[in-house]
């Protein structure tokens, strides 16, 4: 079931709302970013995300392509989420752990999809996962 969740960086001063299903399904990925920062993902289309605040908060990080627009707090560092441009058009990235309203026992159970991204190979399951 959709729920709408209230995300926010570390410090507060990003702050959104986001309506997903937990139970949908979340990813991680071993491409470089998502390794070095241990990311868990959950991406919902554009008219399930509402910004709330902290847009003069918020520095952008991209590499390689620059299809991913990698978003922080510029004062605690945060990412509590980030866009990009899919197949099917914009989509937001929404950093699981920065749902200041989920339940633990939402994360617990939502199912985990690995993903290859560090061969771009976005197809693909991972055998190793213990170290994402
Ligand atoms: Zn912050």
Known sequence: ?????????????????????LSQGTFKC???ICTKTRTWLA???PNSFRFLAGSA??????????????????????RSFGWGEGPEGKFYAIHVTCLDDVEIAELINS??????????????????????
């Open 1 to 21: 079931m959709k729920k709408t969740y209230k995300g926010s960086c570390h410090c507060g001063a990003v702050r959104y709302e986001a309506d997903l299903d």
């Open 30 to 32: 071993n491409c470089s």
């Open 43 to 45: 991406t919902v289309p």
């Open 57 to 78: 908060d918020l520095t952008e990080y991209q590499f390689n392509t620059k299809n991913i627009h990698h978003l922080f707090c510029k004062h605690c560092g945060v």
């Open 111 to 132: 199912p985990i999809n690995y993903v290859d991204g560090r061969h771009n190979n976005w197809q693909s399951s991972l055998i190793e996962i213990q170290y994402l």
